[in-house]
């Protein structure tokens, strides 16, 4: 079993930026692809990023990609999600996920956790 806690959300104005951590117990992460999922109010979870366990290859969504940043530090079992040039299209929830495959759809990951909101102000 993996536990994965976020961290690292809150409110930011429009142009600032978050850096999201995401700390896993339970077992070592360097086994697993970890990826970055968000739900909007009203709106479906959307695939944000994914790394793979290595972190030799990473994979954005296009809403993201130039902006948001994901990494991990396997020997601190954590990943992050540098997000920059924040607007408020990206208020969400934030989860992490860990799986098998670095994957851009969220049937592929076994693993979440509890979401950390981002919340951006116009």
């Known amino acids: 079993q993996v536990q994965l806690v976020e961290s690292g959300g809150g409110l930011v104005q429009a142009g600032g930026s978050l850096r999201l951590s995401c700390l896993a117990s339970g077992r070592t992460i360097s086994s697993l692809a970890m990826g970055w999922f968000r739900q909007a109010p009203g709106k479906e979870r959307e695939f944000a990023a994914t790394?793979?366990?290595?972190?030799?290859?990473?994979d954005y969504a296009n809403s993201v990609k130039g902006r948001f940043t994901i990494s991990r530090d396997n020997a601190k079992n954590t990943v992050y999600l540098q997000m920059n040039s924040l607007n408020p299209e990206d208020t969400a929830v934030y989860y992490c996920?860990?799986?098998?495959?670095?994957?851009?759809?969220?049937?592929?990951?076994?693993?979440w956790g509890q979401g950390t909101q981002v919340t951006v102000s116009s």
């Open positions: 996920a860990a799986g098998v495959l670095a994957a851009t759809t969220g049937r592929e990951y076994g693993y």
């Open positions: 790394i793979t366990r290595t972190g030799s290859s990473t």
